[in-house]
């Protein structure tokens, strides 16, 4: 016998032979199942729906909203704001220019109109975050970031 000893010490033979195979083909079986549950790369969002990498549906929908665009000039190490086509140069007359804006949208029935922020990836942080406070000032909510065009290789 296998464990040694005499037959008087171990009066039934179990046969774990099997067992074992059994074990082995069970284990086998649940690791080939088995899937990892990923968590990597993915986060919850809550992204405005009718937008995205459609772009544009229609000339109208470029009026339905604020765009402030920052742009970052390395030759003078600063940021330069624009409203359409205006360089905004001052903190005071960007808030006027987005509550003159805002209320325009409002009053022409469009009360959900976002504030949408287009800066470059070189613009400071702390100057995104000046136009934001800039729109909670003037109690404006919806505010959006718009994805610029890649960094400079």
Known sequence: MAGGGMDEDNPVAI???PLI????????FFMCSFRFKQLEGKFD?????GKGNQGVSAATDILKEVRIAMFWD??????IRRMGTREV??????????????????????PDAPVTIDAQAAVPWNEVMTVVNICKREKIDK??????APPPQ
Not at 45 to 49: A, D
Not at 74 to 79: E, F, G, M
Request: glycine share 2%; with cysteine; proline share 2%.
């Open 15 to 17: 046969n774990v032979t």
């Open 21 to 28: 195979d059994v074990i082995f083909c069970l284990c086998v």
């Open 45 to 49: 969002t809550w992204l405005p729906k």
């Open 74 to 79: 390395k030759d003078a190490q600063k940021t």
């Open 89 to 110: 140069r001052s903190n005071e007359e960007l808030q006027t220019l987005i509550r003159d804006s805002y209320r325009d949208l409002v009053l022409a029935n469009n």
């Open 143 to 148: 505010i959006e970031f718009a994805l610029g």
